[in-house]
């Protein structure tokens, strides 16, 4: 019986913990507050993370699983082998699940607190920044542009690179300047059709200038 309270005193504390660092980020957020949103004493908390940070990287770790999980299911992650033998229209549907897959986890519905922690972080990095960049970010990154370097293998590195940032920039302007882009769309959220359309564009925008830089548009270097 103890076994099992303690594991409901750990999830009310990450769930809370994940509710606060959204709304407030890692510096706004104090452990006290996390406690006392998750009916537990200050204590609990130390017993079970040891510290904020700690509890923030397992707020950010369970986000991380959950989105490679969802990637997983969805076969957007696919390995160098299994790359290589995709045909052109294939690679180029793949690219278009990814960016819908990405969408989904950060603009919903319904709208997740991934892309809120992700914000905050954006605009206070935190000593966790690092971490969050290796274990995630770069991951995610050479994932990325595995598929680019597949639909345009005669591209520079550094050029497979920049389309990388590129295509990945357009998926989380939808998140970043939401509000912004609701208003000028006169809406109150976006709709559940939104994530599969604007994944459809921002591919085919995306494999149309993948052509420019390899006709010579990439600019200076």
Known sequence: MK???GSGTRRRLLRAATELFAERGFHGTKIRDIADRAGVNLASGNYHFGSKRDLYLEVLRTQFAAIRNLF????????????AKLPRASLERLLEKRVQSMLDVLVGPPLGAHG?????????????????????IFPMKSEMEAIVSRLAPELSARDIERCGFSIVGQVLHYRFAMPIVLELLGL??????????????????????????????????
Do not use: C, K, W
């Open 3 to 5: 076994r099992a309270s």
């Open 72 to 83: 997983s299911r969805r076969s957007v992650q696919p390995t160098a082998t299994e790359l």
């Open 116 to 136: 809120a922690l992700m914000l905050r972080e954006m605009a206070d990095p935190s000593e966790a920044l690092p971490v969050i960049v290796r274990e995630f």
């Open 188 to 221: 109150r959220q976006y709709p559940s059709s939104f994530s599969r359309h604007t994944a459809r564009h921002i591919a085919r925008f995306s494999v149309g200038g993948m052509g420019r830089a390899r006709n010579g548009g990439g600019g200076a270097r």
